[in-house]
Nanobody, 127 residues
Framework: QVQLVESGGGLVQAGDSLRLSCAVSGRTFSAYAVGWFRQAPGNERRFVAAISRNGVMTSYAESVKGRFTISRDYAKNTVSVQLTSLNAEDTAVYYC????????????????????WGQGTQVTVSS
């Protein structure tokens, strides 16, 4: 079984930055592609960013491209996303998710692509 725990959320002002981290445990970290999703109250969970198990391939939602950066640290078994230029539309619960990847350069873009999920961390952007 794979466990994921998000951290780093909080209350920030518009224009500020946050770094969210996802700690992955239970299995071989390098075997899993990891994605980030977010869900605002009353809305559906939406794709944010993803990174392949080898760390080479990354993908971003159009709404966050150029503002968010995803990375992974193999020594710490973590995947992080740096959020910059935050605005009110970024307010949501952010979740990380993992899936066992057959191909080293695979990234998933849909919730159903992922097998394991964290509990989420709240990001609130105040104008």
């Amino acid at each position: 079984q794979v466990q994921l725990v998000e951290s780093g959320g909080g209350l920030v002002q518009a224009g500020d930055s946050l770094r969210l981290s996802c700690a992955v445990s239970g299995r071989t970290f390098s075997a899993y592609a990891v994605g980030w999703f977010r869900q605002a109250p009353g809305n559906e969970r939406r794709f944010v960013a993803a990174i392949s198990r080898n760390g080479v391939m990354t993908s971003y939602a159009e709404s966050v491209k150029g503002r968010f950066t995803i990375s992974r640290d193999y020594a710490k078994n973590t995947v992080s996303v740096q959020l910059t230029s935050l605005n009110a539309e970024d307010t949501a619960v952010y979740y990380c998710a993992a899936r066992r990847a057959t191909y080293s350069d695979y990234v998933g873009h849909y919730s159903d692509d992922y097998q394991y999920w964290g509990q989420g961390t709240q990001v609130t952007v105040s104008s």
